[in-house]
């Protein structure tokens, strides 16, 4: 809590609500006189708006994964460069060159190490006529097989970048997409062509490339600290934050996608997202299954995405990190052209459009998949709930990201269908999300996570129960508009979950009043089959600090008052000495 003013005038801002003021307010309020609220401080101290932009930043930087280094200085210098370019074109033209980069890169490394081994005459692998020796190295079989990109001469970096200051670049770097594509037929019709637009500014692409450049991918070590995925990922949540709501189409807040992961700790099996977006869910299944002491491969990527553009978002961002997936041929809608129709998935993983209305509902109301009840055709929240349910094994677990409104719902039916859910015991958790985690929408939202047998021994019997969790209070703003939960939040809350579903080492649950609570079937049919939390939770046990009421009052009284004579004291000072400037208050 910051005081601001003089001693008697009092205001009070939280650090979050300060932040939110335009930079001027702040200016104007850090420039006055500021004690902490009820300390024993009377000696006025300076506060700078740049010491505090550093105090919060560093606490940003100690509590977030908002704050990753190097990739934010790119995106300011990349940022400048978009000029009067729509944010939704612009991320093609920059995430297509930070792919072909990386595409460049591993391929030089392995190209470089070709060359050393058959040029070196102390070498096993030596070949020394040099036409045979240049052969061998510009073989593309000697980078397939070890699952490398062959990059033909005219799609290299070097000569991508040699030629940046050519007003034909834009042509030149359409020409190696097409090469790249031509070469390698799992990127078909994948990368981006369009860089010899004319409303493309062709000296500020020369610049781009003159910048991306400027990443150094060209090493296994770099490549194994994932330097190309953290930027593709910084640059894509940069980009859903500049698009607004558009930018929720293609990202998922990564705090968001982490608290999924972790709490269904997908270590081994098929994993499944009918509306992938640009993959996110994946990546970071991945890196949680390489956390823990597995390897990519351990799990089974298979994917949908209904829109093209993202659609190919989602192939670049797993090719660079090497990661295996089905996305199918191409894109195409969950619902109305189920691409793994076949699946049975142990881990489904998922932020499907909140409250989407135009789904197709009328054409499918006969469909296999509703099971527990037909889901309206004006909102496809309980129609996708079905469709994770349909695809998931018999021992799979789906955690996935709705509006708040699909936890109480009774219209066209959704409240039958929820009962239905729950009589048929496959609800194993709730969670209700803090507001303005997404780029999209300011709708609230919340987790639900669904299981098809609670009783399968790989955890405690929990059939008849389900967890709720309030996360409403946590997080920390990462700007005006976007709130991030901390690491530490979600351990709290996939702590929990594990702890009550009695996973191996996570220790005793408890209920914690005004954050979680289990809850039996019979309770929650008392609540007419609602779920949110926040009816189960109860309130926070109000904090005890043993001082009496009225003991309390006095201290404090005696406190402000003391404070309020300094502050007098202070003023009659300030007057004086404006006084002696010739200035009168």
């Known amino acids: 809590m910051l005081r601001f003013g003089t001693p008697h005038i009092l205001c009070f801002f939280t650090t979050s609500q300060f932040s939110r003021f335009p930079e001027a307010i702040q200016i104007a309020i850090v420039s006055m006189w500021t004690v902490p609220l009820f300390e024993n401080v009377y000696r006025p101290s300076r506060l700078t708006l740049s010491s505090l932009n550093m105090a919060r930043a560093k606490k940003s930087s100690e509590t977030t994964a908002a704050n990753l280094g190097f990739e934010a200085t790119l995106w300011a210098a990349a940022d400048k460069l978009r000029n009067n370019m729509d944010a939704a074109e612009y991320k093609h033209v920059v995430l297509g060159l930070i792919f072909l980069k990386y595409l460049s890169d591993a391929f030089e490394e392995?190209?470089?190490?070709?060359?050393?081994?058959?040029?070196d005459p102390k070498s096993s692998w030596y070949i020394a006529e040099p036409e045979v020796r240049y052969g061998v190295i510009e073989d593309p079989d000697e980078y397939r097989s070890e699952n490398i990109f062959w990059i033909p001469k005219e799609a290299r970096w070097p000569y991508i970048q040699q030629n940046a200051k050519?007003?034909?670049?834009?042509?030149?770097?359409?020409?190696?997409?097409?090469?790249?594509?031509?070469?390698?037929?799992?990127?078909?019709?994948?990368?981006?062509?369009?860089?010899?637009?004319?409303?493309?500014?062709?000296?500020?692409?020369?610049?781009?490339?003159?910048?991306?450049?400027?990443?150094?991918?060209?090493?296994?070590?770099?490549?194994?600290?994932?330097?190309?995925?953290?930027?593709?990922?910084?640059?894509?949540?940069?980009?859903?934050?500049?698009?607004?709501?558009?930018?929720?189409?293609?990202?998922?807040?990564?705090c968001v996608v982490q608290t999924l992961v972790s709490?269904?700790?997908?270590?081994?099996?098929?994993?499944?997202?009918?509306?992938?977006?640009?993959?996110?869910?994946?990546?970071?299944?991945?890196?949680?299954?390489?956390?823990?002491?597995?390897?990519?491969?351990?799990?089974?990527?298979?994917?949908?995405?209904?829109?093209?553009?993202?659609?190919?978002?989602?192939?670049?961002?797993?090719?660079i990190r090497g990661i295996d997936h089905d996305l199918g041929a191409e894109h195409a809608d969950s619902f109305?052209?189920?691409?793994?129709?076949?699946?049975?998935?142990?881990?489904?993983?998922?932020?499907?459009?909140?409250?989407?209305?135009?789904w197709g509902g009328e054409n499918l109301r006969d469909d296999v998949r509703w099971r527990y009840g037909i889901p309206p055709t004006g909102n496809a929240n309980y129609a996708w709930i079905q469709h994770f349910i349909h695809h998931l094994s018999p021992s799979g677990i789906a955690g996935f990201v709705l509006a708040n409104g699909s936890m109480s719902s009774n219209q066209s039916g959704e409240g039958e269908i929820r009962k239905n859910l729950l009589e048929a015991d496959?609800?194993?958790?709730?969670?209700?999300?803090?507001?303005?985690?997404?780029?999209?929408?300011?709708?609230p939202a919340c987790l639900w996570f669904v299981a098809r047998n609670r009783s399968n021994g790989r955890f405690r019997d929990r059939r008849g129960e389900v967890l709720f969790i309030d996360a409403r209070k946590m997080g920390v703003m990462r700007d005006r508009t976007h709130r991030e939960l901390t690491d530490e939040d979600i351990e709290r809350i996939s702590?929990?979950?594990?702890?009550w579903r009695g996973d191996?080492?996570?220790?005793?649950?408890?209920?914690?009043?005004?954050?979680?609570?289990?809850?039996?079937?019979?309770?929650?049919?008392?609540?007419?089959?609602?779920?949110?939390?926040?009816?189960?939770?109860?309130?926070?046990?109000?904090?005890?600090?043993?001082?009496?009421?009225?003991?309390?009052?006095?201290?404090?009284?005696?406190?402000?008052?003391?404070?309020?004579?300094?502050?007098?004291?202070?003023?009659?000072?300030?007057?004086?000495?404006?006084?002696?400037?010739?200035?009168?208050?």
């Open 110 to 119: 392995k190209h470089s190490s070709l060359e050393q081994a058959y040029s």
């Open 166 to 254: 050519r007003s034909e670049i834009g042509k030149i770097v359409d020409d190696a997409m097409y090469a790249i594509e031509r070469d390698n037929a799992v990127l078909k019709n994948i990368l981006p062509k369009e860089y010899a637009r004319p409303g493309l500014d062709k000296e500020k692409l020369g610049e781009l490339i003159d910048l991306i450049g400027t990443l150094n991918l060209s090493d296994s070590d770099n490549r194994s600290k994932d330097i190309i995925g953290r930027v593709y990922e910084y640059f894509l949540s940069e980009f859903a934050s500049a698009e607004g709501k558009n930018g929720g189409q293609f990202y998922t807040p990564r």
């Open 263 to 319: 709490m269904i700790s997908p270590f081994k099996g098929r994993v499944y997202d009918p509306c992938c977006g640009s993959g996110g869910m994946f990546v970071q299944s991945e890196k949680f299954v390489e956390a823990h002491g597995g390897r990519i491969g351990d799990i089974s990527i298979y994917g949908q995405e209904s829109n093209p553009t993202t659609w190919k978002l989602a192939k670049m961002n797993l090719a």
């Open 336 to 358: 109305r052209r189920d691409l793994h129709s076949n699946l049975k998935a142990d881990y489904i993983l998922a932020n499907p459009p909140f409250n989407m209305k135009d």
């Open 426 to 443: 496959l609800v194993d958790c709730m969670v209700a999300l803090p507001g303005q985690l997404f780029y999209s929408t300011q709708i």
């Open 495 to 499: 702590g929990t979950y594990h702890a």
């Open 504 to 585: 191996a080492g996570a220790g005793e649950y408890e209920d914690v009043p005004g954050f979680c609570a289990s809850a039996t079937l019979e309770e929650i049919a008392k609540h007419g089959h609602v779920l949110t939390p926040g009816r189960y939770v109860g309130a926070e046990d109000a904090e005890d600090d043993g001082e009496p009421f009225a003991e309390k009052m006095t201290r404090l009284t005696k406190q402000l008052s003391e404070q309020m004579e300094e502050g007098a004291r202070l003023d009659e000072e300030i007057r004086k000495n404006l006084g002696g400037l010739g200035y009168t208050i």
